[in-house]
């Protein structure tokens, strides 16, 4: 039985900074002249202009509740405690309001009919979660089955729609809730470590929830078809990219080769999925790639011979609001869906990685709202 995504909804904490305050910034936190060149050419390489966060202190230093600045100006190091504390609570709020917003988009749904909740976050931890005050604050029924997919990172957002995909297979009743939340901003460091530089310049807080149910109307809205799913571990990664916690917020290793693994692998791993479906990659309307960062969307798009505007949303999403981990394949997702147009059916390709190095990868076809033979006006 096909399930859909009926509605894709986004949202971003209200504090935003550019790049190049966050650059400056960076720098006056650092007494090395060495990490001062880095930092500089890391952030002005990054492909972004914009990030949000929940956190107004990298601004506000005299009113900072959470990095509040030392006597000799460098940014203060909370524990993670602290920073978990402010996940619990900004989380809540970021969550119900987009989630909202997202059944809000949605009047054929009831609340009432919402069978599953679905949320994905690798930022901050707290029971009850996100998934209980949905249920709680939003208004549903107590009896929703409630799921949490933690500490995943960037493609957990696949997990959860391939979870909500099966639900959908065992109930064509399920209307399901996929929530992916991140606070990165949370977990900022300034240590010297290069790993730490590169996360800095790339992560950012935001949200996207999905709407997913299995019923044949789509209520002349475009929509997400789900057809299939592949995970892949490259083999080589594994101490490439990882994510734990430490005695002062989150311990990131992002190394810099993460992009020259992708590009080797990425070929042999998309061409399967298409071979199963009985396509090819010129058959592919939409490339939805997690913008991990400007050299990550640079080598997909050479490895799989892409035109030069294939990537053209994933830079964009990159560019306004930075990599927002498990959250941002959503907000790719959305921008294509706005365009599929007068298309009976746009084949979508997304993907996502994650520590490991993790690989998701999955075929849509997003289905358009418009009348076949008719022009949209």
């Given at each position: ?9 986004t ?22 002249p ?8 890391v ?54 309001r ?14 009432k ?25 939003l ?13 995943m ?50 992560f ?14 789509l ?29 002062h917020g ?91 147009g ?15 190095l ?17 022009e949209?006006?």
């Amino acid at each position: 039985m096909p399930s859909y995504i009926l509605h894709i909804e986004t949202g971003v904490p209200k504090f935003v900074y550019s790049q190049d305050f966050a650059r400056e910034r960076m720098k006056s936190w650092t007494q090395s002249p060495r990490d001062r060149r880095i930092i500089h050419h890391v952030y002005r390489q990054s492909g972004i202009a914009t990030r949000y966060s929940v956190c107004d202190d990298f601004a506000n230093s005299e009113g900072a509740q959470l990095f509040p600045s030392g006597e000799a100006g460098q940014l203060g190091n909370p524990g993670t405690q602290a920073r978990n504390d402010v996940f619990i609570r900004e989380s809540r709020k970021l969550g119900v309001r987009v989630t909202a917003q997202a059944l809000t988009a949605c009047p054929e749904i009831p609340k009432k009919e919402i069978t599953h909740v679905i949320t994905a976050s690798c930022t901050g931890f707290g029971n009850p979660g996100l998934d209980y005050h949905l249920v709680t604050d939003l208004g549903l029924n107590p009896s929703v089955q409630r799921y949490h997919l933690g500490f995943m990172g960037c493609y957990a957002a696949f997990p959860a729609l391939r979870m909500a995909q099966q639900f959908c297979g065992a109930d064509p009743r399920a209307v399901i809730l996929v929530l992916c939340l991140e606070l990165c901003s949370l977990h900022l460091q300034v240590n010297g470590d290069d790993d730490s530089v590169l996360a800095n310049a790339l992560f950012s807080d935001g949200a996207a929830c999905a709407v997913v149910h299995a019923r044949p109307d789509l209520a002349g809205r475009s929509a997400y078809r789900l057809d299939r799913f592949s995970s892949a571990l490259t083999g080589d990664g594994e101490k490439a990219m990882a994510w734990s916690v430490g005695d002062h917020g989150f311990h990131i290793v992002l190394s810099s080769y993460v992009p020259d693994i992708l590009g080797a692998h990425i070929a042999e791993l998309v061409e399967p999925v298409l071979a199963d479906a009985g396509m090819d990659r010129r058959e592919i309307a939409f490339w939805a790639v997690h913008p991990g960062g400007k050299a990550i969307l640079d080598k997909v798009e050479k490895a799989l011979a892409l035109p030069a505007d294939a990537l053209a949303v994933s830079r964009t999403v990159l560019r306004q609001y930075g990599n927002m981990s498990s959250a941002t394949l959503l907000f790719v997702l959305k921008e294509f869906l706005s365009r599929s147009g007068r298309r009976t059916e746009a084949p979508t390709f997304a993907m996502a990685f994650g520590p490991g190095l993790t690989i998701e990868l999955g075929l849509l076809h997003a289905i358009s709202a418009a009348p076949v033979g008719r022009e949209a006006k």
